[in-house]
């Protein structure tokens, strides 16, 4: 049996954790002194809270050693698949390769650096669960895994850069004349780092389906399996118009939602919306 294992950035709903069978490894989000686990204890409406109270960003953490170590061994399975976010944003990939050397089973331990973050890794993952349970093996799931590693199409659209800000992301001056001309720019996941790509303008029922619009042409040729709407606390009216746009399509078998975690709504804020895919061209 393979066990797939993911940490937190992956933003997977409880529903979707529940179906395929994930054991989640939480990353460490710090408030201050106050250090709590990503999808734990923690919410991301709490986070913005103490963001803007104290106009600064939470800090986060990769999960410890021992802590990898610990969630291993209570899930034995003959192998493990484990699925980190990018390598360089986070030290969790090393952590989870040091845990299995620790535990002395690095011949039973896959450790994918997805290349990606949030939603970006839920899809590689729910790949996963679907080999895992049609009875492949490890190396096979993760030889798979690696080959469509670079087809996953990860995005977002943001509502304010006051987060990038505070994170160190822009510049206080990109920021301010950001937000005051109503700037919201697209950031895209390419070799597991984020860049800007678009800038759009307006209000969030109008930036956002002219984001979604930008990805017709990619969208008409995804994997049709899934595509995910992923967000940081939106409208549901604004969600509500992505999702029927996406239906209109006629593509994709299930069109999933979920919200950002804490780490990832750190980084990006409240009111950011992603469409994120695989592409099968």
């Not at 250090?35 to 809270?49: A, F, I, M, R, S």
């Not at 995804?222 to 940081?232: E, L, P, Q």
């Not at 919200?259 to 992603?274: D, E, K, M, N, Q």
């Amino acid at each position: 049996m393979v066990k797939i294992l993911a940490d937190s950035t992956c933003d997977l709903s409880k529903e979707l954790i529940d179906k395929y069978d994930i054991a989640i490894i939480p990353l460490y989000v710090r408030l201050g002194d106050d250090e709590y686990l990503d999808g734990v204890n923690v919410t991301p409406q709490e986070l913005y809270d103490w963001s803007d109270k104290n106009g600064e960003t939470p800090k986060t953490a990769a999960a410890s050693v021992a802590d990898i170590m610990d969630i291993i061994e209570k899930n034995k399975a003959d192998e493990y698949v484990i699925f980190t976010i990018s390598a360089s944003m986070s030290a969790n990939n090393s952590n989870c390769r040091l845990a299995a050397e620790e535990l002395g089973i690095t011949e039973k331990v896959h450790v994918i650096d997805s290349q990606n973050l949030s939603t970006g890794i839920g899809l590689q993952i729910i790949e996963a669960c679907e080999l895992a349970s049609a009875g492949k093996s490890g190396t096979e799931i993760e030889e798979y895994i690696l080959a469509l590693r670079d087809k996953v199409r990860a995005s977002f659209v943001i509502d304010t850069l006051t987060y990038l800000y505070r994170g160190g992301r822009c510049s206080g001056l990109a920021a301010l004349l950001g937000n005051a001309l109503k700037l919201h720019p697209r950031i895209a996941v390419k070799e597991g780092a984020m860049g800007p790509e678009k800038k759009y303008r307006g209000l969030p029922k109008k930036y956002i389906m002219d984001y979604v619009k930008d990805m017709e042409a990619e969208l008409k040729t995804a994997k049709k399996n899934r595509v995910f709407i992923t967000h940081s606390g939106c409208d549901r009216e604004v969600v509500e118009m992505v999702r029927e746009y996406l239906k209109g399509l006629g593509r994709f078998d299930e069109i999933l939602e979920t919200r950002a975690g804490a780490v990832v709504s750190s980084h990006c804020g409240p009111g950011t919306l992603g469409v994120l895919f695989i592409d099968e061209a």
